[in-house]
């Protein structure tokens, strides 16, 4: 296993996704409370969760994905702690990834976003 700057390089330990570096990948994420008082995995069910900075704008994303804003004080604390704007969360509730900048949440995105299925010619 092999770490740069305190995170580990997932493509090396084979956890997490893609090769991104992250701390947290393959730990069981929190379960904030939300600011209407609702717990994260009530508010996405079973599927992939990307809780996120607020203050970031995130575009569209796969159906199997839920965008949580970080709108309470400790779901923002949980990011602070990740030292990053957003976290996503597998459908198990483990961390697959984190992003600190748009560069890494558009490559988490792509990563976590099933490819379409290819169709044979006839």
Request: proline share 5%.
């Amino acid at each position: 296993m092999r770490s740069i700057s305190g995170h580990v390089l997932l493509r090396e330990t084979g956890e997490g996704i893609g090769g991104l570096l992250v701390s947290a990948a393959a730990t069981i994420g929190e379960q904030p409370t939300l600011a209407d008082g609702a717990r994260l995995d009530d508010r996405v069910g079973y599927r992939h969760a990307l809780l996120v900075d607020p203050a970031w704008e995130v575009g569209r994303t796969h159906e199997r994905i839920a965008v949580v804003p970080a709108d309470s004080t400790m779901a923002r604390d949980w990011l602070k702690r990740l030292d990053a704007r957003a976290v996503l969360l597998r459908p198990d509730r483990y961390v697959a990834g984190i992003a600190r900048d748009r560069d890494e949440l558009a490559r988490l995105l792509r990563l976590a976003t099933p490819a379409p299925i290819a169709r044979a010619r006839a």
